[in-house]
């Protein structure tokens, strides 16, 4: 389904059912809620809107200690898309946005410029300079302004409640098996496969490289993995996520070793499923030593597929 992106300049509705979130990673409770608004949506004939950031606030307050980001703009896209949203609305989360008060917010954006004519929230949404809007005032302005607001409860799990940041911590141990119970799905990275420096094939290992185009990842190190994109089915491999010390790198890649493949993929889109960590990505000595770890990683990806 194509979905419609409206930027700060784009064109003002006449009317939407709205929802505003970060919605990093579109997890379980996020589709709880995005399944909410697609019912009101068509109840209420009005087309469905996700309101979100970017940068997405905390990446704006801690940009010297930026939070792992679980799904690029590109990435949560996809998710909301395959949730049938409509149009996603972006705004530009700046120092102009941050100090907007939450009167400002509801009036300008809400409803100048949505026209918003039914709001679904989470139950914890807070919004304006200070984050010192809250559902309450949601309430008092709808009566005022034309517009209703419905509450979402949160969705839980194990009796906690589901996420981005409980999502980010089960990668951050490895336990991808709650990481895909809290997403609804395993734990996936997306990108267009890139030339790398062809190290790889050098070492006998040639790989798919991916640009992350993030400032911090939540997943780090050696994993086997799956990629879908290429064949009916997704594809063994192992990979490596990290800078590469080895070889004295610096930028964040995706680099993925696919098992008995040989075939020219750069330039495809891609999704990487991240199925187990391995280990932690080291630096070693020389590449003798780098190419005898390489072996045994790819050894333990093999068994773990139960392939010869």
């Not at 010297?64 to 049938?84: D, G, S």
Request: proline fraction near 4%; charged fraction near 25%; hydrophobic fraction near 40%.
């Amino acid at each position: 389904m194509s979905i419609q992106i409206i930027r700060n300049q784009g064109p003002v509705l006449t009317g939407c059912v709205a929802t505003i979130g970060n919605f990093d990673g579109v997890h379980r409770g996020h589709q709880a809620l995005l399944g909410l608004l697609q019912q009101r949506s068509r109840a209420l004939h009005l087309p469905s809107v996700v309101l979100t950031f970017e940068p997405q606030p905390a990446e704006y307050f801690t940009q010297k200690a930026p939070v792992a980001r679980l799904t690029r703009f590109r990435e949560k896209i996809y998710y909301l898309a395959q949730m049938a949203v409509e149009k996603v609305g972006v705004l530009r989360f700046n120092a102009m946005l941050a100090a907007m008060s939450a009167e400002d917010f509801i009036e300008k954006i809400l409803c100048a410029r949505l026209r918003t004519k039914h709001l679904i929230i989470g139950e914890d949404f807070r919004f304006g300079q200070g984050r010192r809007g809250d559902i309450q005032l949601l309430k008092q302005a709808g009566e005022q302004l034309g517009f209703t607001v419905e509450i979402m409860p949160s969705v839980e799990i194990d009796g906690q409640r589901v996420s981005s940041t409980r999502v980010r911590q089960a990668l951050s141990i490895a336990d991808h098996a709650l990481a895909e119970r809290l997403l609804g799905r395993p734990y996936c990275m997306l990108g267009r496969v890139v030339y790398g420096d062809q190290l790889g094939r050098v070492l006998g290992f040639p790989t798919a490289n991916i640009y992350l185009h993030r400032q911090e990842t939540p997943v780090k190190g050696i994993y086997v993995v799956r990629l879908h994109g290429i064949a009916q089915t997704g594809l063994p491999g192992v990979a490596n996520v990290g800078t590469r010390p080895t070889v004295g790198g610096t930028r964040t890649l995706l680099e993925v070793h696919l098992f008995d493949f040989a075939e020219n993929i750069y330039g495809r889109q891609v999704k990487v499923e991240f199925c187990k960590k391995l280990r932690e990505e080291v630096r070693f000595d020389n590449l003798d030593l780098l190419k005898e770890q390489m072996l045994k990683d790819a050894e333990q990806a093999r068994d773990f597929f139960n392939l010869k």
